[in-house]
């Protein structure tokens, strides 16, 4: 009888985390600003958006040697929507001094 009192209360709260589902994407903002990613490093989900939003008056991207390249114009926004999970190095073509790191969770 107390296994079953116990067990109840378990199962309802496990019933709710399971409806509840998962926790909904998050955009994460990295500023460039004087040639400089910020934050250098990001840690999201897969699922969640990165943008990046330039500051500088020239150009910029995000590039994955192999992988990605996001454009981000003079003073606009460049967006990706993270796919699958992983950590990547990414840097800009353009200044190739510029570096950041991107860890994607499951």
């Known amino acids: ?8 209360p378990l199962l309802a709260w496990l ?3 399971l409806a509840a ?3 909904p994407a998050a955009t994460i ?3 460039i600003d004087k040639l400089v990613f910020s934050p ?3 840690e999201a989900r ?4 990165l943008e990046w939003v330039n ?7 995000a590039t994955v040697k192999g992988g990605w390249e996001v454009m981000i ?9 993270l796919k699958t999970a992983g950590a990547v190095d990414y840097f800009c073509r353009f200044h190739p001094n510029m570096k950041g790191r991107l860890v994607v969770a499951p």
């Open 73 to 81: 114009p003079p003073k606009a926004k460049g967006k990706l929507t």
């Open 40 to 42: 250098a490093s990001v």
């Open 21 to 23: 589902g998962p926790a």
């Open 55 to 61: 500051k500088d008056a020239f150009a910029h991207t």
């Open 46 to 49: 897969v699922g969640d958006t």
């Open 29 to 31: 903002e990295v500023t």
């Open 15 to 17: 019933a709710l985390v």
């Open 1 to 8: 009888m107390k296994a079953a009192v116990l067990i109840r």
